[in-house]
């Protein structure tokens, strides 16, 4: 057995004893950064490694020499050509290379019943074309663009999961699946009813929401759902609208259909992994109802409050400040890492993750460095 | 006249129904200039209960966002009766948000009070280049430029645009608000505006002041 | 999930008499997957 193939079974044993509950070897690690800081890490033009994805085998190359991690640290379902050749709206690369989403409608306000009758017909026939130009015309051209985006994302797909694969026989990391998937609330939201769009439809029309959320419930439980549950892996989904909520609206409109999401997915056997983004403090109690062993990454919040109310069912992750990379000295960034670890780590049931992705990298910049400090300091002082 | 009072009260509750009524009878009743402008007042005062009712915690971000909406529809069904008061405006102002940044949630919010307040208000919409500002500003020539931005690159896309304004030779001529989340002390002196704010009616009186 | 975009395998079969006797086993999970594809593909974009 090679030397990369322990360490991926050792990495792999870390995170079946994770959501597993039991307490593993060390703290498991993840790298906050993304593909996009690592382009730019090496070197390299943000669009045009986008576009030619023969110029990410170097990247993620010296990505994964210069920075630990135990998982892979890439991916991205937000490659340019499909979307390109869809005529999106709704994710666009913007003038510096960033895959970005500015806001749309992809549904109106008065089409709700329709997409409660049936959720996926009307996201075929009324919000695909309206957010996707070249999927707005005639079925003959229609029909032809699917099948060109179809294509192109599944060649680019095709193409990450080798450089991937070679990056894991490399380096060991530990080799996990992932879904990805929506709150209903969210995903009614996102792109179809817009973050402006919701807020009214809060006041107004209470009742369509709930509807539409147990409408599109089954959609976000069969695209949450792994290819086999028994595979070492999660559903990843992350969660957007309901620190904008008040309380009541949450309890009405977001939690209901949330819950039956996670039970679901935890009934089949599956893990799931939440991004509990902005601030959450106020539901904590919500959260602990969740199924045991959930794991929860927190943007912001009370570290030590966390851990005493959640920490014994769920498995916490989180809260490291990206921020403090860009602003402080290195000692500091490993004395948060510390602190972060003896709140956290005690008693196991801890992911060492950041509170958000790191997608900026500055040459002059004091982040790489940070960053590297921390990641080490974590794998080497993280042993339970 | 209407119960002004009542108005004030439903715009803090953000009831749309209760609202909506109270305008349209309002404005069936051809009311003169002087009272369309107390309703105004009265909707302002009753953005700052939705202001107050937001530090307390007890509205969010979505109703925040719901209330400007409440707001700018207001001002919509007033404007012809507002109308006789065009002479009266008590300033203009160009607004947009900058270059790179795409939110526009808070700068709307902030463009529909300014608006109610009687402010000539010149929105250029989002990911606006100091050139864009630029022209506008030559073209009508405002009082004030309102610049928005929730993105940490935002403040150097300010930065940009207030350097913009000093080569076209056009700083002197105007003030230079900035608002949104990341906008601070330190970041106002480094852009050069000349007040900066999080909070858009703090922001309103400051260009009121400007105004006087 | 009931939807004009979206069969089952039986839902698939009954449209489709001509696939009777055929070898199902080998037939049904390759004509799933494509099926199962797409609704990944699309609500990845909205995603
Ligand atoms: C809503 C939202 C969106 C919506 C925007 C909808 C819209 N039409 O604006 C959508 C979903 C489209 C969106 C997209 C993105 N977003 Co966004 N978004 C937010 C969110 C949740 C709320 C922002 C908001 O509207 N706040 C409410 C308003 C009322 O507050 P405000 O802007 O501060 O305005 C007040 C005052 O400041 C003042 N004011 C504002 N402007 C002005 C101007 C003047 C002249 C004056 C006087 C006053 C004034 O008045 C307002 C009322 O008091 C924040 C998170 C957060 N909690 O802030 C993230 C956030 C801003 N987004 C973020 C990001 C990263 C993005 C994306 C880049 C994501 C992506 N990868 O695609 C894209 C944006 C692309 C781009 N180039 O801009 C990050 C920014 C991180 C950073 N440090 O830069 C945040 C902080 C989320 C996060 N935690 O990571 N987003």
Redesign the interface.
């Given at each position: 057995m090679t030397d990369a193939v322990a360490m991926t079974n050792e990495r792999n044993q870390m995170f079946r004893d994770l959501f597993s509950g039991k307490t593993p070897k060390r703290v498991p690690l993840s790298n906050p950064a993304t593909q996009d800081f690592a382009i730019q890490y090496a070197g390299l033009d943000l669009a045009e490694c986008q576009w030619d994805l023969t110029k990410l085998e170097p990247v993620y190359e010296k990505f994964c020499q210069d920075f630990v991690t135990d998982t892979y640290p890439g991916g991205s379902?937000r490659l340019p050509s499909h979307y390109q050749i869809?005529g999106?709206t709704?994710i666009v690369m913007?003038?510096?290379g960033f895959m970005?989403h500015?806001?749309v409608v992809?549904l109106l306000a008065e089409e709700y019943d329709e997409f409660i009758a049936?959720p996926?017909?009307c996201?075929?026939e009324k919000?695909?074309p309206r957010?996707?130009t070249e999927l707005n015309g005639a079925p003959g051209k229609v029909a032809m663009t699917l099948a060109k985006?179809?294509r192109a994302?599944s060649d680019d797909l095709a193409y990450l999961g080798t450089i991937r694969a070679k990056m894991n026989a490399k380096y060991g990391y530990a080799t996990m699946m992932g879904a990805?998937?929506?709150a209903p609330f969210d995903?009614m939201a996102?792109?179809?009813r817009s973050?402006?769009g919701?807020?009214?439809d809060?006041?107004?029309y209470p009742d369509k929401i709930a509807a539409a959320c147990e409408a599109v419930l089954?959609?976000m439980i069969?695209?949450g759902t792994l290819p086999n549950p028994a595979m070492l892996g999660y559903t990843f989904i992350p969660l957007h609208?309901a620190?904008?909520?008040?309380d009541k609206?949450f309890a009405t409109l977001y939690w209901p259909t949330f819950k039956k999401l996670v039970e679901t997915m935890a009934g089949m056997g599956q893990n799931v992994q939440l991004f509990v983004e902005q601030d959450w403090m106020r539901y904590l109690d919500y959260l602990y109802e969740l199924p045991e062993n959930t794991i929860m990454r927190f943007e912001y919040g009370d570290p030590k409050l966390v851990k005493e109310k959640l920490g014994k069912k769920h498995i916490i992750s989180g809260f490291y400040p990206i921020t403090l990379l860009q602003t402080g000295t290195k000692q500091q960034c490993v004395d948060k890492a510390k602190e972060l670890m003896d709140v956290l780590a005690p008693g196991g049931k801890y992911w060492f993750q950041a509170d958000k992705s790191v997608i900026n990298f500055e040459a002059k910049g004091p982040v790489a460095d940070n960053m590297r400090a921390v990641l080490e300091y974590v794998h080497e002082n993280g042993t339970y | 006249m209407i119960d002004l009072k009542i108005l004030t009260q439903a715009v803090g509750d953000l009831d749309e129904k209760v609202i909506l009524g109270i305008i349209n009878d309002f404005v069936a009743t051809n009311p003169s200039g002087e009272d369309a402008q107390k309703v105004v007042l009265a909707c302002q005062q009753g953005m700052a209960i939705v202001g107050d009712l937001f530090e307390k915690n007890e509205y969010y971000v979505g109703d925040l966002i719901f209330a400007g909406e409440l707001l700018s529809q207001t001002i919509e069904l007033l404007k012809p009766v507002l109308s006789g008061e065009a002479t009266q405006k008590v300033g203009s102002m160009v607004i947009g948000t900058v270059e790179g940044d795409l939110h526009d949630i808070g700068k709307n919010i902030f463009g529909s009070m300014a608006e109610a307040a009687g402010f000539e208000v010149y929105d250029l919409g989002i990911d606006v280049s100091p050139r864009a500002f630029v022209d506008k500003i030559k073209e009508v020539k405002p009082d004030i430029v309102g610049m928005s931005g929730v993105l940490t690159l935002a403040i150097d896309a300010m930065r940009n645009t207030v350097k913009a304004l000093e080569e076209a030779g056009i700083r002197e001529g105007v003030k230079v608000i900035i608002g949104g989340n990341p906008v601070n002390e330190d970041a106002c002196k480094q852009i050069g505006a000349d007040a900066f704010t999080t909070n858009a009616a703090e922001g309103l009186k400051t260009c009121q002041g400007w105004v006087k | 999930m009931d939807s004009k975009y979206y069969a089952t395998w039986e839902e698939y079969l009954a449209e489709h008499p001509e696939l009777e006797g055929k070898p199902e086993h080998a037939i049904a999970p390759k004509i799933q997957k494509y099926e199962d594809a797409v609704f990944v593909f699309v609500m990845d974009l909205l995603l």
């Open positions: 379902i869809l999106s709704p913007s003038s510096s970005q500015p806001e992809g049936s996926y017909d996201i075929v919000v695909l957010l996707f985006a179809m994302q990805l998937t929506e995903f996102d792109f179809l973050f402006k919701i807020s009214g809060v006041r107004r089954p959609l069969k695209k609208m620190p904008y909520l008040r609206d | - | -």
